[in-house]
């Protein structure tokens, strides 16, 4: 069958923007691109932190960035130098806007407006439906993520949280920290911690977050933020400039990379989140850089992973820590950040660090419960294997 496109990409969000992006400035801009998305974005939706060394693909956009974090526990309170990182922030706004006009000058990148309704293998290439109207491509990137179906085998999670982006009237936020985590408030059978990103001295993203198994209703939200402003903050007065909410999945279940032989899966639905935190902005750029890569080197887009991802693994432990109340979270994150150079903890968030170095972590984490959880994860693991049906095995990143 003859292509129309050799790429088509369904989903527009971060990780849709960032393919493209990453495949032009890999020289593959002779390259037919279809750019598919329900609709153009007009909201100011997300707001993504990470951590880098040094500048990453997006730092024109990069709103604020930080060399010093606050992280709160229950009892002790540090302000962590973190360089050679440097913890950033980039608004949904900035990003959409910046990739749109980059897209416009692209004569190689069509964009389409439309509910994507099928993606089917058709003999060499694979068709995209939409709205009624079929798109043929070589390669199809799917970044619209459909939740999974649970299984008993495995945690399902959900990293949730709603933002005020405040104004106050005396100048209470230190522009030169943003607060990584604060756990000073009410714990209840799950995580909650509040991060705090501030713009300036009266300004800052304030942003009330669980980890837990459901989402709550969203005066639960707002009570906590209102709460955490005036008893921690110590403000009384100030405005709401702007909301944000989000849900992000925390799961160890495998997410399908292939799901047929011309279609790849990137950005949240291909597994690019981490299962344990929730971050998902970086990822998306290594997966970007490296299936840009392996296109242009090899044709085809699925490099290389390692058979076992041991990183992934400690995921799914910490999770199962979580979700059987083996440790509390609010204590583990403590323990985390009071026993490790924050650069260390940074690392294996990343995913990055050696053998030895996760040992050195885990040892000053609640050894007993960890042993446990890992023991516990082996046999539902088995269980999942023993009992799986379905022929594709599904692979995390
Ligand atoms: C509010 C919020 C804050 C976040 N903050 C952070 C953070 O600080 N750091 C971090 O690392 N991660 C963060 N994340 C997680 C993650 O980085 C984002 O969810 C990120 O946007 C995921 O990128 P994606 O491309 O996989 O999904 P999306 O960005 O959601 O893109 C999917 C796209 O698919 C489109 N789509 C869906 N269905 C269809 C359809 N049927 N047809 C056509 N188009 C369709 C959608 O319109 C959307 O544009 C945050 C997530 C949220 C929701």
Redesign the pocket.
Same mark, same amino acid.
């Given at each position: 069958m003859q292509s129309q496109f050799d790429y088509i990409i369904?989903?527009? =969000?971060?990780? =849709? *923007? !960032?393919l493209v992006y990453h495949l032009g400035q890999a020289g593959l801009n002779h390259q037919r691109i279809l750019l598919?998305?329900?609709?153009p974005?007009r909201q100011n939706? *997300?707001?993504?932190?990470?951590w880098e060394v040094g500048s990453g693909p997006f730092e024109a956009v990069v709103a604020r960035s930080w060399d010093q974090l606050w992280f709160h526990g229950a009892e002790h309170s540090r302000r962590i130098a973190i360089e050679p990182y440097r913890y950033k922030?980039i608004e949904?706004g900035d990003f959409y806007r910046f990739t749109e006009e980059w897209i416009a000058a692209q004569p190689n990148i069509t964009r389409h /407006? #439309?509910?994507?309704?099928r993606i089917e293998e058709r003999g060499e290439g694979v068709a995209v439906l939409?709205d009624n109207e079929e798109y043929y491509g070589r390669w199809v990137f799917n !970044? @619209? /993520?459909k939740p999974q179906q649970r299984h008993p085998s495995y945690v399902h999670w959900l990293q949730h949280?709603k933002?005020w982006v405040i104004k106050s009237r005396e100048p209470r936020f230190d522009p030169e920290a943003a607060t990584f985590m604060d756990f000073r408030i009410a714990q209840g059978n799950d995580v909650r911690f509040v991060y705090v990103l501030p713009y300036g001295a009266h300004t800052a993203l304030v942003e009330y977050t669980f980890f837990s198994p459901a989402l709550v209703a969203h005066e639960i939200y707002d009570a906590g933020l209102r709460s955490y402003i005036t008893s921690h903050l110590g403000i009384d007065s100030y405005s709401i400039e702007h909301v944000?909410? =989000?849900? @992000?999945p925390m799961t160890d279940m495998p997410f399908v990379r292939q799901p047929s032989p011309h279609v790849m899966n @990137? =950005?949240?639905? #291909?597994g690019?989140?981490?299962a344990s935190t929730? /971050?998902?902005?970086?990822?998306?750029q290594q997966q970007s850089a490296r299936i840009a890569t392996s296109l242009r080197t090899t044709g085809q887009p699925f490099y290389r992973k390692p058979l076992m991802n041991r990183h992934s693994l400690m995921d799914g432990v910490l999770l199962n820590v979580l979700d059987t109340g083996r440790e509390r979270g609010h204590i583990f994150f403590d323990k985390l950040f009071r026993r490790n150079p924050p650069q260390r903890v940074l690392r294996f968030l990343d995913e990055e660090t050696s053998l030895v170095e996760d040992i050195a972590l885990m040892m000053t984490a609640n050894t007993p419960a960890f042993v446990a959880a890992s023991l516990d994860l082996g046999t539902r693991r088995t269980w999942a294997a023993l009992t799986a049906t379905n022929a594709a095995a599904p692979e995390r990143e």
């Amino acid at each position: 069958m003859q292509s129309q496109f050799d790429y088509i990409i369904t989903g527009a =969000g971060a990780a =849709g *923007r !960032s393919l493209v992006y990453h495949l032009g400035q890999a020289g593959l801009n002779h390259q037919r691109i279809l750019l598919i998305d329900e609709a153009p974005k007009r909201q100011n939706d *997300r707001t993504w932190c990470f951590w880098e060394v040094g500048s990453g693909p997006f730092e024109a956009v990069v709103a604020r960035s930080w060399d010093q974090l606050w992280f709160h526990g229950a009892e002790h309170s540090r302000r962590i130098a973190i360089e050679p990182y440097r913890y950033k922030m980039i608004e949904g706004g900035d990003f959409y806007r910046f990739t749109e006009e980059w897209i416009a000058a692209q004569p190689n990148i069509t964009r389409h /407006y #439309g509910r994507v309704e099928r993606i089917e293998e058709r003999g060499e290439g694979v068709a995209v439906l939409v709205d009624n109207e079929e798109y043929y491509g070589r390669w199809v990137f799917n !970044s @619209i /993520y459909k939740p999974q179906q649970r299984h008993p085998s495995y945690v399902h999670w959900l990293q949730h949280f709603k933002g005020w982006v405040i104004k106050s009237r005396e100048p209470r936020f230190d522009p030169e920290a943003a607060t990584f985590m604060d756990f000073r408030i009410a714990q209840g059978n799950d995580v909650r911690f509040v991060y705090v990103l501030p713009y300036g001295a009266h300004t800052a993203l304030v942003e009330y977050t669980f980890f837990s198994p459901a989402l709550v209703a969203h005066e639960i939200y707002d009570a906590g933020l209102r709460s955490y402003i005036t008893s921690h903050l110590g403000i009384d007065s100030y405005s709401i400039e702007h909301v944000e909410f =989000g849900v @992000i999945p925390m799961t160890d279940m495998p997410f399908v990379r292939q799901p047929s032989p011309h279609v790849m899966n @990137i =950005g949240t639905a #291909g597994g690019m989140t981490k299962a344990s935190t929730g /971050y998902t902005f970086q990822r998306i750029q290594q997966q970007s850089a490296r299936i840009a890569t392996s296109l242009r080197t090899t044709g085809q887009p699925f490099y290389r992973k390692p058979l076992m991802n041991r990183h992934s693994l400690m995921d799914g432990v910490l999770l199962n820590v979580l979700d059987t109340g083996r440790e509390r979270g609010h204590i583990f994150f403590d323990k985390l950040f009071r026993r490790n150079p924050p650069q260390r903890v940074l690392r294996f968030l990343d995913e990055e660090t050696s053998l030895v170095e996760d040992i050195a972590l885990m040892m000053t984490a609640n050894t007993p419960a960890f042993v446990a959880a890992s023991l516990d994860l082996g046999t539902r693991r088995t269980w999942a294997a023993l009992t799986a049906t379905n022929a594709a095995a599904p692979e995390r990143e």
